[in-house]
């Protein structure tokens, strides 16, 4: 999943007449104004957070000030994310002075980092919530508006909200997230996605489908299927993917693997775009290359994080395959679907990191030759395995000079993958206007690089062919043919 900057979510109910299942404000509704940070799952979870509450009369806002519960959905990644959240809530604490009635509540990662220790730190929170805790919101916020702290950081086994369905909040009301997992197993010891998130487990793929129907039946034209690490996705009727092994004969002779539920929702929209984020190579099998290439509104791209590319480093970070294994699945990518757009994780400065491995790195970067990516400075989160065993022992000034050169080469790369689209034609769908000029539109092609081109007669939620002219290294420029 890639990861967003703040954003600050709209009132679904002010969204292109869509029918939404939160009550349409009144005078006397309350409201909720929710801000989200970190991966794609914190927004999707805030759409369940709104269909929850909206449930029980609180309508959502986009005014900060006329708020009458603020709840912010954080991110405990690296420590800056947890950095802008405190900055966030002070901003609040500001907005309390002349509301003195405002609730404040934590959600996500950091409620779940932190627990009960947030009321203590930051005096201005009310309310603290874990990820797995959502369905608990009523009776929370009840006790809240009686003056009463509350918390509930309780991870589930079996929760996966799928008989919620989220309100569409921020929407372009072309694309949707649907999640499919929830938690991590895989423990790569620099991440505090397994704390904070708990046990893996999958979403029935029966309410899987249902969503995606109802998101076509209402004109969504493309879905990312969501999860930490989606190719270990494995439905056996319920429960922790632990716990398969102790699953009965029949329930393993009918378990649903990501492949295959991959080509049950390609089949039941063949109009809609499918994308998924996030794969791990550890997990990724050639079964899913094969299902992308046999159905075409598949989209060829695959986020295909590695952190590093030097096998020392992976084996440290507990990554469960080798440089050499990665480069093979690269290989038949490659093979099976030669023009998928590949993108990047890659991690600087992890303890230990010599300059031999930063140049593994670079060499295998150079090898793949990324579209995009996502890179990080190592940030050490308390109580993750790297915390307790590896001391956080690179200097600041080598991670960000090892960062830069990471940064510098995914740019060359960006560009040498966005020129080679110069002259061709793309399907791009359209979402946006684009950000720089309203007479031009913005969408993506399968391969998940930006096209903008000129509006014409198209509206937004259109597919257009679009032949490519310019490019620079983040963005296709093109006309529509
Ligand atoms: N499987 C997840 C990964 C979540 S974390 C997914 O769906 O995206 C996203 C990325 O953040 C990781 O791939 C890693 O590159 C980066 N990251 C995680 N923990 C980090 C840490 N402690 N320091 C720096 N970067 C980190
Ligand atoms: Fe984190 Fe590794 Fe899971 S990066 S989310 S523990 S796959």
Redesign the pocket.
Known sequence: ???TKSEHIKNPNQYNGEVVDAPIPHQSAKKMYIESYG???NFSDSEIVASILGKVGYATTNELEDADLVLVNTCS??EKAEQTVRKRLEKFNSVKKSNPTLKVGVLGCMAERLKAKFLEEEKIVDLVVGPDAYKDLPSLVQEVEAGRDAVNVILSKEETYGDIRPVRLQTNGVTAFVSITRG?D?M?T????PFTRGRERSRDPKSIINEINDLAARGYKEITL?????DSYLWYGGGPKKDFNKASDLQKKTAIKFHQLLAMVAVEQPHMRVRF??S?PQDMTLDVLHVMSKHKNICNYI?L?V?SGSDRVLKEMNRQHTRGEYIELIDHVRKILPDCGISQ???SG?PNETEKDHQDTLSLMEYVKYDFG????????PG?P?AKKLADNIPEVDKKRRLQEIVALQQEHSFFRTREFVGKVVEVLIEKESKKSTEHWSGRNPQNTVVVFPKENYKIGDFVQVKIEDCTSATLLGKAI
């Open positions: 999943m890639g990861y991966c794609q799952m990644i690296r991590c895989n790569c620099f991440c505090v996605v969501l999860g930490q690490n989606v984020s996030t791990n986020h994080p952190q994780d890659m991690i992890f996502f890179m990080f400075m190592y940030s050490e989160r993750t790297a």
